[in-house]
T-cell receptor, first 113, second 113 residues
């Protein structure tokens, strides 16, 4: 069984640019979660999608957005990049909404210069 | 908002010594999960605790959920070099549309062989 996949692996962008990160969940998983892992800050919850709908979002500005497609894959978009957006962006999936174990992908390392 | 505090931030032990990390929530949790992230890797689910006072064991790892469901601990007996990594606790307030995991900042464990 294939795990959660994310693309790209690494990304370097300039302040003010926009970026799109992609995530494919484990087959059969309908919930996708996005987290930001910045150095020293642990995992910060960004967004949760389930059945194509945004179910919850963390304490991040509106320039962080995303969507989930009918095949349950997901995109995370970040507009007007700032230096502090440099982080590892992790996607996780779970089989259903709610308190189930989350399976994480390898992440996308975003560097903003 | 909900906060999950984890201590210590770092722990260095000699191989064979025991290790414990503690997790405290500002609010009563419905469940708590534990994850391990190896250096350069992504978080991997270890266990979920749901019941007040619950204790679960996985080989050398013992997980506890406090009676008030506001704290938890992970204890590793006789650490090995393979235990190196960051251990995160993550709590949730329940299911439904407001479900989200709030992660502690993690405890980085290093083991001297």
């Amino acid at each position: 069984e294939a795990g959660v996949t994310q693309s790209p692996t690494h990304l370097i962008k300039t302040r003010g640019q926009q970026v799109t990160l992609r995530c494919s969940p484990i087959s059969g998983h309908t919930s996708v979660y996005w987290y930001q892992q910045a150095l020293g800050l642990g995992l910060q919850f960004l967004l949760w999608y389930d059945e194509g709908e945004e179910r919850n979002r963390g304490n991040f500005p509106p320039r962080f957005s995303g969507r989930q497609f009918p095949n349950y894959s997901s995109e995370l978009n970040v507009n007007a990049l700032e230096l502090e957006d440099s982080a590892l962006y992790l996607c996780a999936s779970s089989q259903e909404r709610g308190p189930y174990e989350q399976y994480f992908g390898p992440g996308t390392r975003l560097t903003v210069t | 908002g909900q906060q999950v505090m984890q201590i210590p931030q770092y722990q260095h032990v000699q191989e064979g010594e025991d290790f414990t990390t503690y997790c405290n929530s500002s609010t009563t949790l419905s469940n708590i999960q534990w994850y391990k992230q190896r250096p350069g890797g992504h978080p991997v689910f270890l266990i979920q605790l749901v019941k007040s006072g619950e204790v679960k064991k996985q080989k050398r790892l013992t997980f506890q959920f406090g009676e008030a469901k506001k704290n938890s601990s992970l204890h590793i007996t006789a650490t090995q070099t393979t235990d190196v990594g960051t251990y995160f606790c993550a709590g949730s307030l329940g299911g439904g549309s407001n479900y989200k995991l709030t992660f502690g900042k993690g405890t980085l464990l290093t083991v001297n062989p």
